[in-house]
């Protein structure tokens, strides 16, 4: 269909109320005044390129979404927008939603000019009824992170890199800066599919674990089309259900009780076995020595290292576990809080998440990948190679010397 201004306005005005936001506060992302935004969406004033790119950008689309012969009224941005009307309010989430969106949409078009099927890679969904209780909750994130195994055939085994197993899945995952509160979140476009965001500014450990979470939520609340993971929100049901999902994804309870008991610890105090030869039975028993099963903060750091989790959360496992009782576990509890367990850890060389883990970035290595082989096959240009690389935080001089090694310059 021929686009006509009036058209053209009308959609530009749709995306920006899907998204909640002013003429004024859409003005101010363009660099535009309220009254030329309003002219834009009246279709009284012509819009250039740069100012409509911008647009996009600011309502999460791709600017051929703007021209497609079938315009999608809501997107993932709008759908986030409707379930948490203050977003738009909130600037650095705002932003970070817009890029991480931008990032999907240019991800996407990269693997469409190199003719790259995603569509091969379809993510699993469970479909369980909503929670009814903190206690219904924890039993289904355990439940569908123990069939997830299964499904991947993961076993009992600790899982190696994360963020690699969840693009295999078809989710993509990217690292950007987000509010303090926010671990990560979840966007679902019908445009880039899954994509999954997590805090840049978060330590290794706890970037790990945000990506399981994000991943129940992936698994579990594909319908809800996005989700933010806040630190208030930590009591909702469904963020207790992916935070039980990802504690039991990352430190399964057969893995856990294996590596327990391969240190001769995690059995019964006191065990007794009978043998029966269809006449009579022989009874036989066998008793712990005092103490020898008692878990150590050492066995705890082990154990955080050994899955790649943090010392807070394995002790907090074996004691869902019962592997451990309260008491014990607040003798434990305190002992890592005074910083013994840091103490403990550097001296087994056990750190709580393997260092090559916190700088790894999955999506902005493949993002660059594509972008170099689109550039190489002239299906980009060099102007947008340097827009594309300035997008994940690499500069001009970087981007010279890579396409220099490449026989690319």
């Given at each position: 269909?021929?686009?006509?201004?009036?058209?053209?306005?009308?959609?530009?005005?749709?995306?920006?109320?899907?998204?909640?936001?002013?003429?004024?506060?859409?003005?101010?992302?363009?660099?535009?005044?309220?009254?030329?935004?309003?002219?834009?969406?009246?279709?009284?004033?012509?819009?250039?390129?740069?100012?409509?790119?911008?647009?996009?950008?600011?309502?999460?689309?791709?600017?051929?979404?703007?021209?497609?012969?079938?315009?999608?009224?809501?997107?993932?941005?709008?759908?986030?927008?409707?379930?948490?009307?203050?977003?738009?309010?909130?600037?650095?989430?705002?932003?970070?939603?817009?890029?991480?969106?931008?990032?999907?949409?240019?991800?996407?078009?990269?693997?469409?000019?190199?003719?790259?099927?995603?569509?091969?890679?379809?993510?699993?969904?469970?479909?369980?009824?909503?929670?009814?209780?903190?206690?219904?909750?924890?039993?289904?994130?355990?439940?569908?992170?123990?069939?997830?195994?299964?499904?991947?055939?993961?076993?009992?085994?600790?899982?190696?890199?994360?963020?690699?197993?969840?693009?295999?899945?078809?989710?993509?995952?990217?690292?950007?800066?987000?509010?303090?509160?926010?671990?990560?979140?979840?966007?679902?476009?019908?445009?880039?599919?899954?994509?999954?965001?997590?805090?840049?500014?978060?330590?290794?450990?706890?970037?790990?674990?945000?990506?399981?979470?994000?991943?129940?939520?992936?698994?579990?609340?594909?319908?809800?089309?996005?989700?933010?993971?806040?630190?208030?929100?930590?009591?909702?049901?469904?963020?207790?259900?992916?935070?039980?999902?990802?504690?039991?994804?990352?430190?399964?309870?057969?893995?856990?009780?294996?590596?327990?008991?391969?240190?001769?610890?995690?059995?019964?105090?006191?065990?007794?076995?009978?043998?029966?030869?269809?006449?009579?039975?022989?009874?036989?028993?066998?008793?712990?020595?005092?103490?020898?099963?008692?878990?150590?903060?050492?066995?705890?750091?082990?154990?955080?290292?050994?899955?790649?989790?943090?010392?807070?959360?394995?002790?907090?496992?074996?004691?869902?576990?019962?592997?451990?009782?309260?008491?014990?576990?607040?003798?434990?509890?305190?002992?890592?809080?005074?910083?013994?367990?840091?103490?403990?850890?550097?001296?087994?060389?056990?750190?709580?998440?393997?260092?090559?883990?916190?700088?790894?970035?999955?999506?902005?290595?493949?993002?660059?990948?594509?972008?170099?082989?689109?550039?190489?096959?002239?299906e980009i240009t060099r102007s947008k190679l340097t827009e594309l690389s300035a997008m994940v935080?690499?500069?001009?001089?970087?981007?010279?010397?890579?396409?220099?090694?490449?026989?690319?310059?």
């Open positions: 269909m021929d686009m006509t201004r009036e058209e053209l306005g009308r959609r530009i005005r749709s995306a920006r109320e899907s998204c909640g936001l002013t003429q004024e506060q859409l003005g101010e992302f363009v660099g535009l005044s309220r009254v030329a935004v309003g002219q834009i969406e009246a279709g009284t004033r012509s819009v250039s390129s740069l100012e409509l790119d911008r647009i996009a950008h600011a309502v999460g689309r791709d600017i051929k979404s703007f021209f497609a012969a079938s315009f999608v009224e809501r997107d993932a941005l709008s759908a986030l927008f409707r379930s948490d009307a203050e977003l738009a309010q909130q600037a650095d989430l705002l932003k970070a939603l817009q890029d991480s969106l931008a990032l999907g949409h240019e991800m996407t078009n990269l693997e469409r000019l190199l003719e790259i099927d995603r569509v091969q890679l379809l993510t699993a969904s469970y479909e369980l009824p909503l929670p009814r209780s903190r206690w219904d909750a924890i039993q289904q994130g355990q439940k569908v992170a123990t069939e997830e195994r299964q499904r991947l055939g993961l076993g009992a085994a600790p899982i190696g890199d994360l963020s690699e197993l969840l693009e295999s899945q078809g989710v993509r995952t990217g690292v950007v800066a987000l509010p303090e509160n926010i671990s990560g979140l979840t966007l679902v476009d019908t445009a880039i599919g899954v994509i999954v965001v997590i805090n840049a500014s978060h330590a290794a450990v706890r970037q790990r674990f945000s990506l399981a979470h994000e991943y129940g939520h992936v698994l579990l609340d594909r319908d809800r089309a996005g989700a933010i993971s806040r630190a208030e929100n930590r009591s909702d049901l469904l963020e207790v259900r992916a935070n039980a999902f990802a504690a039991e994804f990352l430190m399964p309870a057969d893995g856990v009780a294996q590596f327990v008991l391969a240190f001769g610890k995690g059995a019964a105090s006191r065990a007794q076995i009978a043998v029966f030869d269809e006449a009579e039975a022989l009874q036989a028993e066998q008793r712990a020595a005092p103490g020898s099963q008692d878990i150590q903060l050492y066995d705890v750091a082990l154990l955080a290292h050994h899955f790649g989790a943090s010392r807070i959360s394995a002790l907090y496992r074996v004691k869902n576990l019962r592997l451990v009782d309260e008491r014990e576990f607040q003798r434990l509890k305190a002992e890592e809080d005074s910083g013994a367990g840091q103490t403990i850890a550097t001296f087994l060389s056990a750190p709580e998440a393997p260092p090559d883990n916190s700088s790894r970035d999955d999506f902005r290595r493949r993002f660059l990948g594509l972008a170099l082989e689109a550039y190489r096959r002239e935080h690499l500069g001009s001089n970087e981007l010279d010397a890579a396409l220099a090694s490449a026989k690319l310059d």
